[in-house]
Nanobody
Framework: QVQLVETGGGLVQAGGSLRLSCAAS????????MGWFRQAPGKAREFVAA????????YYADSVKGRFTVSREKAKNTVYLQMNSLKPEDTAVYYC????????????????WGQGTQVTVSS
């Protein structure tokens, strides 16, 4: 069974940075796609970034392009989301997701989800 555990959330001022981590376990992830999504209060969950475990394909939502960077560390089975120049509108619960199929930018493209980590950006 795939398990995903996100860490690294917190409270930061606008313009600051945070790095989220997603530790994956339970399977061999060589052929997995990994995604980051977020859900703000009262809003639907939205795509943030995704990459294939091989690192060959990386996608970003337009709202975070140029500010966020997704990466993975194979030896630690961990995916990261480096978030710079944070804005109050980035406030949300951030979720890590994984799937054995092709990389996707939609929720239904992922079978496995973490519990989420809260990111709050103050103005």
């Amino acid at each position: 069974q795939v398990q995903l555990v996100e860490t690294g959330g917190g409270l930061v001022q606008a313009g600051g940075s945070l790095r989220l981590s997603c530790a994956a376990s339970g399977r061999t992830f060589s052929y997995f796609a990994m995604g980051w999504f977020r859900q703000a209060p009262g809003k639907a969950r939205e795509f943030v970034a995704a990459l294939t475990w091989s690192g060959g394909n990386i996608y970003y939502a337009d709202s975070v392009k140029g500010r966020f960077t997704v990466s993975r560390e194979k030896a630690k089975n961990t995916v990261y989301l480096q978030m710079n120049s944070l804005k109050p509108e980035d406030t949300a619960v951030y979720y890590c997701a994984a799937d054995e199929r092709a990389i996707s930018t939609i929720e239904s493209g992922y079978d496995y989800w973490g519990q989420g980590t809260q990111v709050t950006v103050s103005s």
